[in-house]
């Protein structure tokens, strides 16, 4: 397999001065290539890292060669361990050929320091760390087919990332004025509520640590056995309001880091790609993380001259797979009534106001709690006890589809979607309840983050729109004034529509010109 393929090794210019270097590697031979030689190669180019070459590549060319294997992005999709999902910040690709005995570390050494120029070229280095990529190549391909891993990967993973790099290369068009004034406000707004929260809660003046939730709430009668501090806050009502609050607070500290980390001077930023930013494969940009900006932020975006920023959102995404998956009539017939939150709000409260409080809800029934503590919750928001248990009670067919899901992780080790994207489990053994939360998790967000990316394939063939920002099961796009968003937004509802044979039929709302 490697004779359709030759790697690719780079040397990056951290001055920024026009100096970077391109190498192609197959068996002895090492050469030096200009970009252009790069996006004209015929062959697979397999590298390490391709999200600092691709911008340099588009940067110089305004193109990108026309297949790529990042062999480590490949190997962490594939692998299904949370764990390399969680450490591939501290785990590079140089770590893993030495960790399989592909390269000895006196290799790793030299190539590491060639790579951040403390020394000077040596072809020899360069050969054997591009033939251990390629051999890696070769080998984690096998693992994925075996794990019927592979199609995902070249039919969807990979030409999606493409596009996205494709996309970030291109820059995203900042708002100076709009930035500068956030800037000038943020930092008094992110205090304020600060210094509320920590007046309110009695607490320092500091966002709690996780320890600090914990040690905040245990002895309220909050149980964080098998749960993280994030279900807690998320699905678990407190009584004073805590939680929420602090998930506010949180939003604008994350909305405060983002716009701190673009300097005024910015007219155009370039942020880089994760395209597989959690276990279940979601989307995330990074430096800055665009992702996280509040909506009253959003505004430092700005389209190109002539153009038109337009927004759409898929309408209760997890809820209409969950139906979907388990074949639910009950909950089908619910999320074809309408807005699924604002029914469930009107069905357990009589009140449509509470719709914030019923998403909360739902999805914490959804994902697994436990069914006196659900009930208790419900009360908690202001539900009858029996209203509650009889509205959760009708879910039948819902329950049986996560027995059998809980049924498969425990048996098969693993689980995932119809086109993979599995979660492996590191024990054995009876599931915990933090595993069998994980598993309905995996399968229903593997499942909207592989729809989504589908979505964004077919957007990706629509010449007059330029992806701008993907936010989870969102999009920020541009196009020109006389294109109609509302093909996007249809585009969006058609593909979940025929993932699942039309058994839903998904809405996507828009917000046209959301940015002038």
């Given at each position: 397999?490697?004779?359709?393929?030759?790697?690719?090794?780079?040397?990056?210019?951290?001055?920024?001065?026009?100096?970077?270097?391109?190498?192609l590697v197959s068996g002895e031979a090492v050469k030096e290539v200009g970009a252009?030689?790069?996006?004209?190669?015929?062959?697979?180019?397999?590298?390490?890292?391709?999200?600092?070459?691709?911008?340099?590549?588009?940067?110089?060319?305004?193109?990108?060669?026309?297949?790529?294997?990042?062999?480590?992005?490949?190997?962490?999709?594939?692998?299904?361990?949370?764990?390399?999902?969680?450490?591939?910040?501290?785990?590079?690709?140089?770590?893993?050929?030495?960790?399989?005995?592909?390269?000895?570390?006196?290799?790793?050494?030299?190539?590491?320091?060639?790579?951040?120029?403390?020394?000077?070229?040596?072809?020899?280095?360069?050969?054997?760390?591009?033939?251990?990529?390629?051999?890696?190549?070769?080998?984690?391909?096998?693992?994925?087919?075996?794990?019927?891993?592979?199609?995902?990967?070249?039919?969807?993973?990979?030409?999606?990332?493409?596009?996205?790099?494709?996309?970030?290369?291109?820059?995203?068009?900042?708002?100076?004025?709009?930035?500068?004034?956030?800037?000038?406000?943020?930092?008094?707004?992110?205090?304020?509520?600060?210094?509320?929260?920590?007046?309110?809660?009695?607490?320092?003046?500091?966002?709690?640590?996780?320890?600090?939730?914990?040690?905040?709430?245990?002895?309220?009668?909050?149980?964080?056995?098998?749960?993280?501090?994030?279900?807690?806050?998320?699905?678990?009502?407190?009584?004073?309001?805590?939680?929420?609050?602090?998930?506010?607070?949180?939003?604008?500290?994350?909305?405060?880091?983002?716009?701190?980390?673009?300097?005024?001077?910015?007219?155009?930023?370039?942020?880089?790609?994760?395209?597989?930013?959690?276990?279940?494969?979601?989307?995330?940009?990074?430096?800055?993380?665009?992702?996280?900006?509040?909506?009253?932020?959003?505004?430092?975006?700005?389209?190109?001259?002539?153009?038109?920023?337009?927004?759409?959102?898929?309408?209760?995404?997890?809820?209409?797979?969950?139906?979907a998956l388990s074949g639910d009539q009950q909950m089908l017939d619910l999320f074809?009534?309408?807005?699924?939150?604002?029914?469930?709000?009107?069905?357990?409260?009589?009140?449509?106001?509470?719709?914030?409080?019923?998403?909360?809800?739902?999805?914490?029934?959804?994902?697994?709690?436990?069914?006196?503590?659900?009930?208790?919750?419900?009360?908690?928001?202001?539900?009858?006890?029996?209203?509650?248990?009889?509205?959760?009670?009708?879910?039948?067919?819902?329950?049986?589809?996560?027995?059998?899901?809980?049924?498969?992780?425990?048996?098969?080790?693993?689980?995932?979607?119809?086109?993979?994207?599995?979660?492996?489990?590191?024990?054995?053994?009876?599931?915990?309840?933090?595993?069998?939360?994980?598993?309905?998790?995996?399968?229903?967000?593997?499942?909207?983050?592989?729809?989504?990316?589908?979505?964004?394939?077919?957007?990706?063939?629509?010449?007059?729109?330029?992806?701008?920002?993907?936010?989870?099961?969102?999009?920020?796009?541009?196009?020109?004034?006389?294109?109609?968003?509302?093909?996007?937004?249809?585009?969006?509802?058609?593909?979940?529509?025929?993932h699942f044979d039309g058994i839903i039929v998904l809405k996507a709302s828009l917000?046209?010109?959301?940015?002038?």
């Amino acid at each position: 397999m490697t004779d359709k393929r030759i790697a690719l090794l780079f040397v990056n210019d951290f001055a920024d001065r026009g100096e970077e270097k391109f190498f192609l590697v197959s068996g002895e031979a090492v050469k030096e290539v200009g970009a252009d030689d790069v996006v004209k190669q015929e062959l697979e180019l397999v590298c390490h890292d391709y999200w600092l070459i691709a911008p340099v590549l588009f940067k110089r060319t305004k193109l990108l060669p026309q297949r790529v294997m990042d062999v480590e992005e490949l190997r962490i999709s594939i692998s299904g361990l949370r764990l390399d999902r969680e450490n591939r910040e501290s785990r590079d690709a140089c770590s893993i050929l030495l960790e399989l005995d592909l390269l000895k570390e006196d290799v790793i050494g030299r190539y590491r320091n060639i790579v951040f120029k403390n020394a000077a070229l040596d072809t020899n280095t360069l050969a054997l760390v591009g033939n251990a990529l390629l051999q890696l190549s070769t080998d984690v391909e096998e693992k994925a087919k075996v794990a019927n891993e592979w199609e995902r990967y070249s039919t969807l993973e990979r030409p999606v990332s493409e596009y996205l790099i494709r996309s970030v290369a291109n820059g995203i068009a900042i708002n100076s004025t709009a930035l500068q004034k956030h800037k000038k406000d943020i930092d008094f707004s992110y205090y304020m509520a600060l210094k509320e929260f920590s007046a309110k809660y009695c607490l320092p003046l500091e966002i709690p640590s996780d320890d600090e939730v914990v040690e905040y709430l245990t002895p309220k009668g909050f149980d964080f056995s098998g749960v993280g501090v994030d279900y807690v806050l998320k699905f678990v009502p407190t009584a004073d309001g805590f939680s929420e609050r602090l998930l506010e607070l949180r939003k604008i500290a994350a909305s405060r880091m983002v716009l701190n980390a673009i300097p005024l001077s910015e007219k155009r930023i370039f942020p880089i790609v994760d395209y597989f930013g959690s276990i279940t494969s979601r989307i995330y940009y990074k430096d800055p993380s665009l992702q996280n900006l509040a909506k009253r932020h959003r505004d430092i975006i700005s389209p190109d001259h002539g153009m038109k920023l337009s927004y759409v959102d898929f309408g209760q995404f997890e809820a209409g797979i969950m139906g979907a998956l388990s074949g639910d009539q009950q909950m089908l017939d619910l999320f074809a009534s309408g807005d699924i939150y604002s029914i469930v709000a009107e069905k357990v409260f009589s009140d449509v106001s509470k719709r914030k409080s019923a998403k909360r809800l739902f999805l914490s029934y959804a994902y697994g709690m436990k069914r006196k503590s659900l009930i208790d919750a419900a009360v908690e928001f202001g539900a009858q006890r029996d209203v509650a248990k009889a509205f959760f009670n009708q879910f039948s067919t819902f329950e049986k589809w996560k027995l059998g899901v809980w049924s498969e992780f425990q048996t098969a080790g693993r689980i995932g979607t119809v086109f993979g994207n599995y979660l492996s489990r590191s024990g054995s053994g009876e599931l915990s309840e933090k595993e069998k939360r994980s598993a309905v998790s995996q399968v229903v967000q593997g499942t909207a983050s592989l729809i989504f990316k589908k979505a964004l394939l077919k957007m990706s063939f629509l010449t007059s729109v330029e992806l701008k920002i993907p936010m989870h099961d969102a999009v920020l796009f541009q196009h020109p004034e006389h294109f109609d968003p509302i093909e996007v937004a249809n585009m969006f509802a058609a593909v979940v529509t025929e993932h699942f044979d039309g058994i839903i039929v998904l809405k996507a709302s828009l917000i046209a010109s959301v940015i002038h």
